[in-house]
């Protein structure tokens, strides 16, 4: 991974929690949602004519990555609905690089080496730690409904990572990947939200249009770094690398949203970053 591939990869974690962390200010999530699905759906219509088509051995991949997309955009309504955003982050998040490692040596051939075994085993650590203290339901026990959410997050997110990863070296191009997978992907949610909502929808979005939008931009910029990223380093260490995301969802957890962060959650979020160091050892 070259100093450009990895800058890219941070600014790209950066964005990432930044738009997240729009999406769990804003109160109704089907509302915060639909704003950053629909807002990214206009940007990538408007852009579509001025970006190069994605050749035919990527459509395919778009097509299965846009459903899983939307799984991950329903999942992550539920994780933020269930949990506040400093528990739910840092699960759904790094649950990915490890699931992506093993995702890329069985279906694209990228094979571990001894230390991004290692950076598994440590962030394996970090996210047990977060499932034993990070969720807590009345009666000092685990919130199991917003866990297995939060994980099954993570577990959609390291699916289109994957699959992404594939589709986006087929396509011959990164931006019209990205704007049309931003295409295909955005018009489940807006759709089932005025099927929900119907004439109340435009007046439920209209106080958050600005936020909304400002969210969907910086969730297009985002994944577009990541996507430009896989197409010239491993999946496996690009994903390790985005997922720095939650030490910026950490911050601003904490400026933000003032919600509390105990020493055993902290401890948690360092194991899974230390983990995520021993994976991009040999990048």
């Known amino acids: 991974m070259t100093p450009l ?3 890219a990869v941070l600014v790209a974690a950066v964005t ?3 738009w997240n962390a729009i999406a769990h200010a804003i109160e109704d999530k089907l509302v915060s949602f639909t704003l950053i699905s629909g807002g990214a759906l206009l940007i990538s219509a408007a852009a579509a004519c001025f970006v190069p088509f994605p050749a035919a051995g990527a459509w395919p991949y778009l097509a299965v990555s846009a459903a899983l997309h939307v799984v991950y955009m329903l999942l992550l309504m539920r994780s933020f609905t269930l949990g506040d955003f400093g528990q739910m982050y840092p699960i759904a998040r790094g649950t990915a690089p490890l699931v992506v490692t093993v995702l890329a040596a069985v279906f694209v051939g990228e094979r571990p080496d001894a230390w991004v075994a290692a950076g598994v085993a440590v962030a394996s650590t970090g996210l047990v730690g977060l499932a034993l203290w990070g969720i807590r339901g009345s009666g000092g026990r685990p919130d199991w409904p917003a ?9 959609a997110i390291a699916g289109y990572t994957t699959v992404d990863g594939v589709g986006v070296r087929a396509s011959g191009t990164p931006l ?3 704007v049309w997978l931003m295409i295909l992907e955005g018009l489940v949610i807006p759709a089932y939200a005025l099927y929900r909502r119907r004439g109340e929808l435009l007046a439920q979005l209209r106080p958050y249009a600005a936020r909304g939008l400002l969210g969907a931009a910086l969730s297009m910029a985002a994944y577009g770094l990541v996507l430009w990223a896989q197409t010239r380093a491993a999946l496996a260490p690009v994903a390790a690398l985005r997922e720095s995301s939650i030490i910026v ?22 194991l899974m970053v ?3 160091g021993l994976m991009l050892h040999t990048s």
């Open 176 to 178: 019209g990947y990205t």
């Open 249 to 270: 969802g950490a911050a601003m957890r904490t400026l933000f949203f003032k919600e509390r962060f105990g020493a055993p959650r902290l401890a948690a979020a360092g």
């Open 16 to 18: 990432h929690a930044s």
């Open 274 to 276: 230390v983990g995520i």
């Open 5 to 7: 591939v990895a800058f």
């Open 147 to 155: 866990l297995l959410a939060a994980v099954a997050t993570g577990l």
